[in-house]
């Protein structure tokens, strides 16, 4: 079974840096999509950022320019790598690994999620 740990998550101050980790388990992970998602309290959960099989990568618009999302296939890690952060931002942020590419994340496994508070 797909087993995935997020870390990474803290307190930052508005404009700070996060780096999220997520670690993934009993997969080839070089043939899976990974993808980061978000869920603020009351609202449904949201496509932040994917990294393709093939190495491409695709953001949402409310992330791009300030989101990076990278993979590292030898530590079947993948990172968000999180910049100029606002308010909005907070939420708990889940890792999702899917055998086909999609930014919803209905046919991949979920991780526990990490919180991410931006506040001063």
């Known amino acids: 079974q797909v087993q995935l740990v997020e870390s990474g998550g803290g307190l930052v101050q508005p404009g700070g840096s996060l780096r999220l980790s997520c670690v993934a388990s009993a997969l080839a992970f070089s043939n899976y999509a990974m993808s980061w998602h978000r869920q603020a309290p009351g609202k449904e959960r949201e496509f932040v950022a994917l990294s393709g099989i093939g190495g491409g990568t695709l953001y949402a618009d409310s992330v791009q320019g300030r989101f990076t999302i990278s993979r590292d296939n030898a530590k079947n890690t993948v990172y968000l790598e999180m910049n100029s952060l606002k308010p909005e931002d907070t939420a708990v942020y889940y890792c999702?690994?899917?055998?086909?590419?999609?930014?919803?994340?209905?046919?991949?496994?979920w991780g526990q999620g990490t919180q991410v508070t931006v506040s001063s």
């Open positions: 999702n690994a899917a055998p086909v590419q999609s930014t919803s994340g209905k046919f991949g496994s």
